[in-house]
Nanobody
Framework: QVQLVESGGGLVQAGGSLRLSCSAA????????LGWFRQAPGKEREFVGY????????YYADSVEGRFTISRDNAKNMWYLQMDSLQPEGTAVYYC???????????????WGQGTQVTVSS
């Protein structure tokens, strides 16, 4: 059984930064693509970005490109989402994900965390 646990969510003012962490237990994340999704109130779950298993590439949604950065530490079985220049539209529950497929759809990722709330005040 693989378990993912997010941490680092909270309340931040517009223009501020937050760093989310995801810790995996039950298997090594080496060889997996690791990413993040988010879901705002009343909206569908949205792809944020992911980092490839080989560290070669990162992919981001256009809405966060240049402001969010994903990194990973296979030795710690963890990955991170650095969020800068946050705006109120970034308010959402953020989920960390892991899987074997290169894709931006939610169904492509086998493993999901329980989510952490990020609230950006204006």
């Amino acid at each position: 059984q693989v378990q993912l646990v997010e941490s680092g969510g909270g309340l931040v003012q517009a223009g501020g930064s937050l760093r989310l962490s995801c810790s995996a237990a039950g298997r090594t994340v080496a060889g997996l693509n690791l990413g993040w999704f988010r879901q705002a109130p009343g909206k569908e779950r949205e792809f944020v970005g992911y980092i490839r298993w080989d560290f070669e590439r990162t992919y981001y949604a256009d809405s966060v490109e240049g402001r969010f950065t994903i990194s990973r530490d296979n030795a710690k079985n963890m990955w991170y989402l650095q969020m800068d220049s946050l705006q109120p539209e970034g308010t959402a529950v953020y989920y960390c994900v892991a899987g074997e497929v290169f894709a931006t759809s939610a169904g492509a990722f086998r493993y999901w965390g329980q989510g952490t709330q990020v609230t950006v005040s204006s």
